[in-house]
């Protein structure tokens, strides 16, 4: 299957036209389920063949999928490239909390090169001098052994670590998923806006021509010929503004991927969706699944584990030294050891542990603040597209029909000469701004969709709705209908 018959963006299906489909977000917000993203596996991933695979077919077919410019974006972002990174250096940080003390070896030297001379007794008969060396050498290896705990606790806290800079990544990666989707969104109401604009470029010539007919065979003054040209120039005008605003898009799009010029003609896919509003208290229940909202759980977690640091280090450490002692005078060596540790009279991490309490009391409010931001976006979100889908269904089954049946009416009127030119362009203008409306309300619907599944980290067909999904065949062929 190639890449053109894939799934399409979530919220874009339509049941009337499966030929123009987009690989859906379920796939690539399915990576956000996962319970750790490791370091490894995005180093591993085939960056290489994917990415070329990618960009010769986008070259090849100069089409361009959802999919593909996620993948292109995942492969080539920056921001996930560091995240990655610091994953492998906490990775560093673990093992080296699990290591154990280094033993210390020390050498002492008494009194070196200090030669003592001894003399005789004066009343031998000979007199005798001795030399006596009175250097005194130790050597001493020491070992700290670590009580309490301390070096478990460090690397739990370490590990605890690690799986925040994955939640990290996963919070970043669903961003920037959600952040193409939105800018691919653009492109397609862009197509879709331009296509709109030639169509009424294309009407205003049809009326200009019928208006150069009338006049020329004297019906109606050469002024309505005026008017009608000028009608023609502005959608001229709107033809080229549509253009300019699609050329920005896909530009837009294309930088997302750290590319200088699209390397795309056209973005697959269809702005008319059969996704109604699901049910806001499953969506409520679905904010908390979030990988921000996971975080801030698994930080709470983590300054737990910091604080049980802090109560191992108010338990000191032992320290054990062995070694010899080689005494230059007696011609001898001695073994010694010694155990040394230290009274917690004055320092008993009193601040270090008020400071970890602390953290953990803040870690709990930034969780509570977390899941209250999240509520409240979903909240703004969910009420936006509430509306958004009242105005799509006002507008398709009321507004359209009607605006495009009174501009036949008055086009073929206005050629029996029942109605006047005013009254045609009037016609002509409003079934363009509607239009226009539709379009752009279709892509803010679809924008609401993608940022709803940004908060639940998840498609949104996966939630039952809680309104009945309109029948896009039967309306797709009453729009067909009218059109004809």
């Known amino acids: 299957m190639s890449l053109s018959d894939q799934p399409t963006i979530i919220g874009y299906r339509a049941a009337s036209r499966l030929r123009c489909v987009l690989p859906g977000l379920i796939f690539l917000l399915s990576f956000a389920h996962q319970p750790q993203v490791s370091a490894d596996s995005f180093g591993a991933m085939p960056s290489g063949i994917q990415n070329q695979s990618t960009e010769a077919s986008v070259q090849e077919t100069g089409d361009l999928t959802l999919r593909d410019a996620v993948n292109l974006t995942l492969l080539r972002n920056s921001e996930l490239a560091s995240f990655a990174k610091e994953m492998r250096a906490l990775e560093g940080a673990t093992l080296q909390a699990g290591l154990l003390r280094n033993p210390e070896l020390s050498v002492n030297v ?52 690690e799986e925040l800079a994955a939640k990290d990544y996963e919070s970043r ?51 309505e010929e005026t008017r009608a040209k000028v ?22 799009l294309a930088l997302l991927w750290d590319s200088a010029a699209p390397q795309f003609t056209k973005a697959l896919g269809t702005l008319e969706t059969a996704i109604a509003p699901p049910d806001y208290q499953i969506l409520q229940a679905r904010v908390l ?82 899941e209250v931001r999240l509520r409240t976006e979903l909240a703004q ?3 936006a597209m509430l509306a958004a889908w009242n105005e799509i269904n006002i507008l398709r089954d009321e507004i359209l029909p009607g605006a495009k049946s009174a501009f036949n009416v008055m086009r073929r009127g206005y050629e029996l000469g029942k109605f006047g030119l005013l009254e045609l362009l009037d016609a002509q203008r409003v079934l363009f701004q509607n ?50």
């Open 110 to 161: 008494e009194n070196p090169g200090n030669i003592q001379k001894l003399s005789g007794d004066i009343n031998s008969q000979s007199s005798v001098s001795q030399e006596v060396v009175q250097q005194l050498t130790s050597i001493r290896i020491g070992q700290l052994i670590e009580l309490g705990g301390k070096r478990a606790a460090r690397v739990g806290a370490a590990r605890l670590n």
């Open 173 to 223: 990666r669903v961003e920037i998923i959600a952040r193409v989707a939105n800018v691919f969104t653009e492109v397609l109401a862009g197509q879709e806006r331009l296509k709109l604009a030639e169509e009424t470029r294309q009407l205003a010539q049809n009326v200009v021509d019928t208006v150069v007919l009338r006049v020329q065979a004297g019906k109606v003054p050469p002024i």
């Open 231 to 252: 009608g023609l120039s502005t959608a001229r005008i709107e033809f080229e503004q549509a253009q300019r605003d699609l050329m920005s898009a896909r530009k837009r």
């Open 289 to 370: 699944e979030n990988p921000m909202a996971l975080r801030a759980m698994k930080n709470i977690e983590h300054r737990k584990a910091l604080l049980e640091v802090e109560q191992t280090r108010r338990i000191p450490n032992l320290t054990l030294n062995a070694g010899a002692v080689h005494h230059a005078q007696l011609g001898g060596t001695t073994a010694v050891a010694s155990v040394s540790i230290p009274l917690p009279l004055f320092d008993r991490n009193q601040g270090n542990l008020k400071e970890a309490y602390q953290r953990v009391d803040k870690a709990v409010d930034e969780q509570e603040a977390m």
């Open 381 to 383: 979100s969910y009420e």
């Open 435 to 484: 239009q226009v409306l539709y379009v752009r309300a279709l892509a803010n619907y679809q924008r609401l969709i993608n940022d709803i599944e940004r908060l639940i980290a998840a498609p949104i067909e996966s939630i039952k709705p809680n309104m009945k999904s309109t029948n896009v065949s039967r309306s797709g062929e009453k729009n067909g209908s009218n059109n004809e």
